[in-house]
Nanobody
Framework: QVQLVESGGGLVQPGGSLRLSCTASRSIFSIYAMGWYRQAPGNERELVAAISTGGIIKYADSVKGRFTISRNNDKNTVYLQMNSLKPEDTALYYC???????????WGQGTQVTVSS
């Protein structure tokens, strides 16, 4: 069973930055795509960014130019660098893993990101 553990969430002012990290319990990065989803209260869960094993990347339109997803296979870790944060980025952020960029076989527990002054 794969476990995904997120970290790096917190409270930040508008315009600020945060970096989320997600580490897998065992080495899956060589075969699994990784992603970040988020869910705000009253909203459906939505894709933020995803990265395949070959480096194909997909972003939600709302975060393009502000967020960057990357992965370190040696550390079994995927990152989400979030810059120029907005109050509408406030949500619970989840890490996912799956056999392709659209798959979400495994989910982490989530890390809260709150953007507020």
């Amino acid at each position: 069973q794969v476990q995904l553990v997120e970290s790096g969430g917190g409270l930040v002012q508008p315009g600020g930055s945060l970096r989320l990290s997600c580490t897998a319990s065992r080495s899956i990065f060589s075969i699994y795509a990784m992603g970040w989803y988020r869910q705000a209260p009253g909203n459906e869960r939505e894709l933020v960014a995803a990265i395949s094993t070959g480096g194909i990347i997909k972003y939600a339109d709302s975060v393009k130019g502000r967020f960057t997803i990357s992965r370190n296979n040696d550390k079994n870790t995927v990152y989400l660098q979030m810059n120029s944060l907005k109050p509408e980025d406030t949500a619970l952020y989840y890490c996912t893993a799956g056999p392709n960029i659209a798959a979400k076989n495994y989910w982490g527990q989530g890390t809260q990101v709150t953007v507020s002054s």
